[in-house]
């Protein structure tokens, strides 16, 4: 195990690496500058570039950023949004908001999508089952900004907990406590409750086919502790994989989301980022994401173990 341990995280340093590559390139290949203002005049431009770097060769540029990472974590200033202020630093204070909306709209995702997928897959074929299927259907259809615009026509009215600003709302937990934090975890949740519904109840329907289940109904276990001890221990195993990226992306917090309710989390910041050409802010946000895509499913790979002691991580290797 402490070898397969060891060997993953080889493997994830070099996918971080590559990631950093690929996106330092994609985005200095991009054209523009992110000191196109008209207010600079051109030498201004100039010296601006040359204070950051950004007319030295691509390759000198990107061992020089690589090595600031590697050596110092160093993910550059930002250019425009906060100039001049690391990125490490606008990422520490701004993730702990996505953070807390991510951690509550997958904990609800999780807590209501597996008994539900259990339900359906128990009553096949029945009416229950059908009407799950439908609302889940819904659910993973629908995009993320039409559901927060349902949740704004419903809950942005006067007395309610959020104040309706043009076509988003305004986050205000200071004012409001917890009843601010309804909607965006009721948003970003949305998806990932359905999703994990649909995949518990397929996953459920093969697991309670098979000769054990048939062994346990035979010997008189109640059908609770049928579902809930000897079915969804294999029957999880699909979801635990999904939750390994989902988990690093909601915790990230939702682009849309945040927007939409006006979060001064780290998914919105990227967005306006985005906007502002801000080089830096936009790999440092990338890199972080990949790290936490990275190691969430090396703690799937483990939880394996955990949820099935069967399983063996090291074969085939």
């Not at 601006?48 to 020089?64: A, H, I, T, V």
């Not at 990472?69 to 490490?88: A, H």
């Not at 989301?257 to 440092?284: A, C, H, K, W």
């Amino acid at each position: 195990m402490a070898k397969y341990i060891v060997k993953r995280v080889i493997m994830a340093i070099i996918t971080i690496l590559v990631v950093a590559c690929l996106t330092f390139v994609m985005m200095m290949s991009v054209p523009g500058s992110p000191f196109n203002d008209e207010k600079l005049t051109i030498e201004q431009r100039e010296q601006m570039e040359e204070k950051y770097g950004l007319n030295d060769p691509l390759g000198l540029q990107m061992l020089r950023y690589l090595g600031g990472i590697i050596t110092e974590g160093d993910f550059g200033d930002s250019l425009r949004m906060q100039k001049d202020r690391p990125v490490l630093d606008i990422i520490v204070e701004k993730f702990p908001l996505s953070a807390r909306i991510g951690v509550v709209a997958l904990s609800w995702a999780i807590l209501a999508g597996i008994p539900l997928g259990c339900l359906a897959a128990y009553n096949r074929g029945k009416w229950i089952d059908s009407l799950l299927r439908v609302v889940c259907t819904l659910g993973v259809s629908m995009p993320g900004f039409v559901v927060a615009t349902f949740l704004l026509m419903l809950f942005c009215n006067p007395g309610g907990p959020f104040t309706f600003l043009g076509i988003s709302a305004i986050f205000r937990p200071e004012e409001d406590g917890l009843l601010a934090y309804l909607m965006p975890c009721l948003a970003l949740g949305l998806y990932p409750m359905c999703y994990i519904a649909r995949l518990t109840r397929t996953s459920m329907l093969d697991a309670l086919g098979q000769d054990y289940i048939k062994t346990a109904r035979a010997k008189g276990l109640l059908t609770p502790k049928i579902i809930f001890k000897h079915a969804l221990r294999n029957g999880v195993i699909p979801v635990i994989t999904y939750l390994g990226p989902l988990t690093a992306f909601t915790l990230v917090g939702g682009f849309v989301v945040e927007t939409v309710f006006t979060i001064p989390g780290l998914g919105r910041y990227l967005v306006q980022s985005v906007q502002n050409r801000d080089y830096f802010i936009i790999m440092g946000t990338t890199i972080f994401l990949a790290t936490l895509v990275v190691v969430m499913n090396l703690v799937v790979d483990i939880l394996y173990r955990v949820v099935d002691p069967r399983i063996d991580l090291t074969k085939g290797e």
